[in-house]
């Protein structure tokens, strides 16, 4: 079936060091939608997009995070200089709306 | 201040039984979304529901939006519907994104 495929699934940085997520929504999908799961139960929407655009980046901590999603190519979270407190499972999703959502399987990054 | 609140937190349940859990959020919206969390981590959408009810195998969930609250049900629970149960609401005004609540956590023992 059609997924969210989401990579890498774990990935560890040192403080100070750059990380890049990536994202495939499924074809035909027109929003993306990044998420940050911090505790268990705690989720904080980052940014979506409509297509190749920025649609809502209200969620989005400028300073550090950045995000594209260009035509033929995964979309990509990216964070420089990664914090302690970046360490989390980042979501990506993707939807057609009349359909709801499809949630990726998440990367889990740990910053020590 | 919290826009979505879900009860219970936590619910254990012997395999057969009924289960309900809650959702009322405090803003308008234009959809609901109830996810399922696996012990694992990934999140399967279950519905979404912007009026009336909605039913998919042994599951349904209702909406009532002018109380502004929201159920699932599970008929004949599982222990294989042990998972976290997540409402999420549609809150930006046209954005789109999903304002979540904290989840309930869900046992069902054989």
């Known amino acids: 079936g059609e997924e969210v495929a989401q990579t890498p699934k774990h990935l560890v940085r040192g403080e100070g060091q750059k990380a890049k997520l990536y994202c495939a929504p499924i074809?035909?999908?027109?929003?993306v939608f990044w998420y940050q799961q911090v505790l268990k139960n705690e989720f904080k929407f980052l940014i979506s997009f409509q297509n190749e655009n920025v649609f809502d980046e209200t969620g989005m901590p400028k300073e550090r995070f950045s995000a594209k999603c260009l035509p033929n190519s995964p979309c990509s979270l990216e964070i420089q200089a990664t914090k302690l407190e970046d360490s989390a499972v980042y979501f990506c999703?993707?939807?057609?709306?009349?359909?709801?959502?499809?949630f990726g399987s998440g990367t889990r990054l740990t910053v020590v | 201040k919290n826009e979505v609140e879900q009860s219970p937190q936590n619910l254990t349940a012997q395999e057969g039984e009924f289960i309900t859990i809650n959702c009322s959020y405090s803003?308008?919206?234009?959809?609901l979304h109830w996810l399922q969390q696996h012990p694992g981590g990934g999140i399967v959408s279950l519905f979404m529901?912007?009026?009336g009810k909605k039913k998919h195998g042994r599951l349904i969930a209702t909406i009532n939006i002018q109380e502004k609250h929201s159920s699932l049900h599970i008929t004949a629970s599982h222990p294989r519907d042990s998972a976290v149960y997540i409402c999420a609401p549609d809150t930006g005004a046209g954005s789109y994104q999903l304002t979540f609540g904290k989840g309930t956590k869900l046992s069902v023992i054989p």
């Open positions: 529901l912007s009026s």
């Open positions: 074809k035909g999908h027109s929003y």
């Open positions: 999703a993707s939807s057609q709306f009349s359909f709801g959502y499809t």
């Open positions: 803003v308008g919206i234009s959809a």
